[in-house]
């Protein structure tokens, strides 16, 4: 199991399949991992979402997939600030998308 602790955060949530994370009244959303197995044409997804396991707890649940094998798992993260320049948080309003983070589990690197 992979399990991400969550410190910071005033609020820890899913959210239709997100994980929202709040602090200091903005928000940092992980839209639901896409995880797969194979490159190329042998690439095949594998079932994943992320689940709360308590209050500054989260874990990965993936679908049946061959552990012999890497298992990467890639959460998309969206966050939206507000800035002027100065480094107050009135201003310009803006948005970052589409960030990538890719998590690779090797055979053996985990245990359940």
């Known amino acids: 199991m992979i399990d991400l602790a969550i410190e910071g955060a005033d609020r820890v949530a899913i ?26 044409a042998t690439r095949r997804e594998v079932a994943a979402a992320f689940r709360l396991r308590n209050d500054r707890h989260v ?9 012999t094998q890497p298992l990467t798992i890639d959460p998309t ?3 939206t600030t507000a800035f002027d320049g100065t480094g107050s ?17 090797r055979p053996g690197s985990c245990r359940s």
Do not use: C, K, W
């Open 59 to 67: 874990a990965f649940d993936v679908g049946a997939y061959d552990p």
């Open 77 to 79: 993260v969206t966050f």
């Open 89 to 105: 948080s009135n201003g310009v309003f803006g948005i970052a998308s589409a960030m990538s983070t890719r998590i690779r589990r």
């Open 15 to 40: 959210e239709h399949g997100d994980l929202v994370l709040r602090a200091d009244g903005r928000d940092l959303r992980f839209h639901r991992p896409v995880a797969s197995q194979g490159e190329g």
